[in-house]
């Protein structure tokens, strides 16, 4: 068994290899991707901004039409006070711009909109025991663009809005001591995502 198994790992990427994409022909790619991001988020009413990381991969449906899959990971300071964690993991679909003929570009445009699920953790800098967090869900929508550098694996540039539904959270400090405060009810919270992410094409899967 375990003889198998490397066996597989020695053989698994020429069997990449063998799975030769279609020409012309974009329905079925299979890809597999790392991104890294920047966000913008409002804590009080002060503007702050996190840095992440994370993988993806796509599914395409149609010439025209295609999924991502994603998990990411980012890190932000809430003033000198207070750290925020997020986990995002959601779908978005893409809708390219170009027609399938035009694929072959170095630029291919799309449309992007999807949902997503998010794990926010804040907690006080100085005392790491002192900390709230909540899930919330989220839609979002934006426009990107894959920098084809081969046919088979690209750059993309992301810009998208992303507006959350759930319990407000944000963070206080007065006289040295911070507190975290949990609005009632459900709350709208909107921020700016940029992602610039690397993509390779893995195959056909029909």
Known sequence: MRNLLILFLILFPVMLQAQLLEHGNEAGTISIGVRS??????????NNTS??????????????????????YSTGDLGDFAHREDLHIG?????????????AALFQPYML?????????????????????RWSSAVQAGLGSHINVTDRSDISIVGQYMIHLGTDLHADAHDGEVAFVKSPGADLEGHLLLHISYNYKLFDAW
């Open 37 to 46: 991001s920047l966000s913008s988020f409002d804590n009080g009413g002060s």
């Open 51 to 72: 840095v992440g990381a994370g993988g993806q991969f796509r599914i395409r449906l149609a010439e025209r039409v295609n999924t991502d899959w994603f998990l990411d």
């Open 91 to 103: 779908w978005s679909v893409l809708f390219y711009l170009l027609k399938p003929s035009s694929a």
């Open 113 to 133: 909109a999807g949902h997503c699920f998010d794990h926010t953790r804040q907690t006080a800098i100085v005392d790491p025991s002192n900390r709230a967090e």
